[in-house]
T-cell receptor, first 113, second 116 residues
């Protein structure tokens, strides 16, 4: 079956512009996660969705970041008024439920110029 | 305070040798899960192995095993008979089930390089 997919794979944007990143989780996975990975660093948790529960937004670094998920399917991560420090790879993962292993997408490499 | 600590930023190991990657964690929850992921230079994150806090036996998956010492709060990854393709970043992660923070926490990673 299909794995987690993300689009676009690469995004170059000018400082101050808004960007939307998309994640399609594995079908049937109730949990969906977003992470940020800066060059040469580990993963930084941003947000997760679990079924119909309120999302855990505790990792979002500022109010410029927001994410939505439609039911148990597609999620979009939106970064408004991008800054150069937002440049990173944004990884999405899904899992069958919490505490189960996460399957990662290939990531979106965001470059803010 | 660090929730997941990986004290080895980089390691070099001879091919075919076994290697242990260290991971210690900090939690007050009784129910949690521990994971190891591999990230090759291509960037994808590959799930390797999972250990539940209530699992009595150490998890094993092929050449990977997790040396789980609950009292010491350590979850070291052991790779037996290392191969050149094992060269990658390795991340230890923890999920606390009942934490108010409720999030997956990753360590800073260990870069493993296998020498031929």
């Amino acid at each position: 079956g299909a794995g987690v997919s993300q689009s676009p794979s690469n995004k170059v944007t000018e400082k101050g512009k808004d960007v939307e990143l998309r994640c399609d989780p594995i079908s049937g996975h109730t949990a969906l996660y977003w992470y940020r990975q800066r060059l040469g660093q580990g993963l930084e948790f941003l947000i997760y969705f679990q079924g119909n529960s309120a999302p855990d937004k505790s990792g979002l670094p500022s109010d410029r970041f927001s994410a939505e998920r439609t039911g148990e399917s597609v999620s979009t991560l939106t970064i408004q008024r991008t800054q150069q420090e937002d440049s990173a790879v944004y990884l999405c993962a899904s899992s069958l439920e919490l505490l189960y292993e996460q399957y990662f997408g290939p990531g979106t490499r965001l470059t803010v110029t | 305070a660090q929730k997941i600590t990986q004290t080895q930023p980089g390691m070099f190991v001879q091919e075919k040798e076994a290697v242990t990657l260290d991971c210690t964690y900090d939690t007050s929850d009784q129910s949690y899960g521990l994971f190891w992921y591999k990230q090759p230079s291509s960037g994808e994150m590959i799930f390797l192995i999972y250990q539940g806090s209530y699992d009595e036996q150490n998890a094993t998956e092929g050449r990977y095993s997790l040396n789980f010492q609950k009292a010491r709060k350590s979850a070291n990854l052991v790779i037996s008979a290392s191969q050149l393709g094992d060269s990658a970043m390795y991340f230890c992660a923890m999920r606390e089930r009942y934490s108010s923070a409720s999030k997956i926490i990753f360590g800073s990673g260990t870069r493993l390089s296998i020498r031929p």
